[in-house]
Nanobody, 124 residues
Framework: AELVESGGGLVQTGDSLRLSCVAS????????LAWFRQAPGKEKERIFV??????????FYSMVGKGRFTISRDLGENTMYLQMNNLEPEDTALYYC????????????????WGRGTQVTVSS
């Protein structure tokens, strides 16, 4: 599957952003889509944010954005979203979407396809 993220930007503390991930190619092979993030200076450390089971829409969250972030998907548009509210400077990171075969996995190695990422920067 090919994944393309968008929606990142520079915002202030307390603002909101909605990230999008458009999936194309053999998406039927990947029942799980997820968001990970990589903080500045922490290359190769991708932290699980949330995942969604593609067909039924079951959602799973880490403590990273629980209560502030909402993952969703639009089957007709083959697009996954991450609504992020009440952003904090600690949320500054490169956000990636990923597709994999293990539903709700928080392990980056379980995901086979990755986008290039979209940068989110939150100023204090």
């Amino acid at each position: 599957a090919e994944l393309v993220e968008s929606g990142g930007g520079l915002v202030q503390t307390g603002d909101s952003l909605r990230l999008s991930c458009v999936a194309s190619g053999h998406t039927f092979n990947y029942p799980s889509l997820a968001w990970f993030r990589q903080a500045p200076g922490k290359e190769k450390e991708r932290i699980f944010v949330a995942a969604i089971e593609w067909s039924e829409g079951l959602t799973f969250y880490s403590m990273v954005g629980k209560g502030r972030f909402t993952i969703s998907r639009d089957l007709g548009e083959n697009t996954m979203y991450l609504q992020m509210n009440n952003l904090e400077p600690e949320d500054t990171a490169l956000y990636y979407c990923a597709a994999g075969r293990i539903i709700a996995s928080s392990v980056p190695e379980h995901y086979d396809s990755w986008g290039r990422g979209t940068q989110v920067t939150v100023s204090s």
